[in-house]
């Protein structure tokens, strides 16, 4: 898989997929925004920048292009970069600024055209005092109102 986005957030991702090995993830290389490091500080190989993209998934051929947050100027430069990249056959997965966040408390909803990717309220962590309390923590999604 490539990573599409600063060297930063390509850094913050590949060493959560690195963690959870299981899961068979494998970022091998990156595109940047302006392509000028050789690698990232984990050691990722920048393989060029993002006006190339086409023609780098073109040669390298991955599975999966994953971007990560910001990793294009626009909604429309990523729409023409996933089209460009349709006959290719190569996925793609986007991934939002959220991370660290309990899957239970996150829901993608497509709102006029937008992928809008809603996070709940956490759980309490220990049983609530009363009513009040607890509608306080009450998740958007399990209240009545």
Do not use: N, Q
């Not at 990156?30 to 073109?58: K, M, Q």
């Not at 306080?136 to 399990?142: A, D, F, I, L, V």
């Amino acid at each position: 898989m490539i990573a599409v986005g600063s060297v930063g957030h390509v850094d913050a991702i590949a060493a959560i997929l690195h963690r959870e090995r299981w899961l068979g993830y494998d970022i091998v290389g990156a595109v940047t925004p302006g392509g000028i490091a050789d690698s990232s500080r984990l050691g990722i190989p920048v393989l060029g920048a993002e006006r190339d993209l086409v023609a780098i998934a073109e040669s390298a051929d991955p599975d999966m292009l994953l971007f990560t947050a910001g990793s294009t100027s626009s909604a429309e430069e990523f729409r023409r970069t996933a089209w460009k990249l349709e006959h290719e056959r190569i996925g793609v997965i986007v991934v939002p600024a959220l991370t660290e966040i309990s899957a239970d408390r996150v829901t993608m909803r497509p709102v006029a055209g937008l992928p809008l990717v809603h996070m709940d309220l956490p759980a309490p962590a220990r049983p609530c005092a009363g009513p009040s309390v607890c509608s306080t923590w009450s998740s958007p999604r399990s209240s009545s109102s």
